[in-house]
T-cell receptor, first 113, second 112 residues
Framework: GQQLNQSPQSMFIQEGEDVSMNCTSSSIFNTWLWYKQEPGEGPVLLIA?????ELTSNGRLTAQFGITRKDSFLNISASIPSDVGIYFCAKYAGGTSYGKLTFGQGTILTVHP | DVKVTQSSRYLVKRTGEKVFLECVQD?????MFWYRQDPGLGLRLIYF???????EKGDIPEGYSVSREKKERFSLILESASTNQTSMYLCASTGDRDYEQYFGPGTRLTVT
């Protein structure tokens, strides 16, 4: 079953607002990932995190790998209409897992101009 | 640029029909995956393949089978489609960075 719990499920915000979403796991993994799915497209990798406490930025996006290695956070600053989409966290076991990922339920982001 | 293509964007089939969903990637990737996406459930792995003719079950394989006869092509088969298989189906592949999956645009399948 689902091993990642992502929240919130959806967010409706005004352009210019900051956004925060998070993901928790029942177990420890070595790599946390954040993907974004735009309407009508498949998900695309935004950020990869490799060690506990790591903070990584990609433009207006900042993600953190929690100290406990069981959670991760994604923040978007000064949102714009093109931030609309579904954001998924995912965890990667590494080793001989052949690239298998476990995805969270997704956070649907709507940005009002 | 990696390109993953899926044979159809939209598909409507009747209950009991055999359905083939095709996925092709052009980057010589070893690993390929089939997911279904449903609201509130995220992406759930159906099957994956790590080499030609090699496959492994994912989290929800019941009612599905797969075929990988060539490295670039991974097919998902619904032997006898049922209404609870109405969903968005996404194909993905990975290359050197195992965790970076490249997704196709998806096929929205409706079974009536």
């Amino acid at each position: 079953g689902q091993q990642l719990n992502q929240s919130p499920q959806s967010m409706f915000i005004q352009e210019g607002e900051d956004v925060s979403m998070n993901c928790t796991s029942s177990s420890i993994f070595n790599t946390w990932l954040w993907y974004k799915q735009e309407p009508g497209e498949g998900p695309v990798l935004l950020i990869a995190l490799y060690k506990a406490g790591e903070l990584t930025s990609n433009g207006r996006l900042t993600a953190q790998f929690g100290i406990t290695r069981k959670d991760s956070f994604l923040n978007i600053s000064a949102s714009i209409p093109s931030d609309v989409g579904i954001y998924f966290c995912a965890k990667y076991a590494g080793g001989t897992s052949y690239g298998k990922l476990t995805f969270g339920q997704g956070t649907i982001l709507t940005v009002h101009p | 640029d990696v390109k993953v293509t899926q044979s159809s964007r939209y598909l409507v089939k009747r209950t009991g029909e055999k359905v083939f969903l095709e996925c092709v990637q052009d980057m010589d990737h070893e690993n390929m995956f089939w997911y279904r996406q449903d609201p509130g459930l995220g992406l759930r792995l159906i099957y994956f393949s790590y080499d030609v003719k090699m496959k492994e079950k994912g989290d929800i394989p019941e009612g599905y089978s797969v075929s990988r006869e060539k490295k670039e092509r991974f097919s998902l088969i619904l032997e006898s489609a049922s209404t609870n298989q109405t969903s968005m189906y996404l194909c993905a592949s990975t290359g050197d960075r195992d965790y970076e999956q490249y997704f196709g645009p998806g096929t929205r399948l409706t079974v009536t």
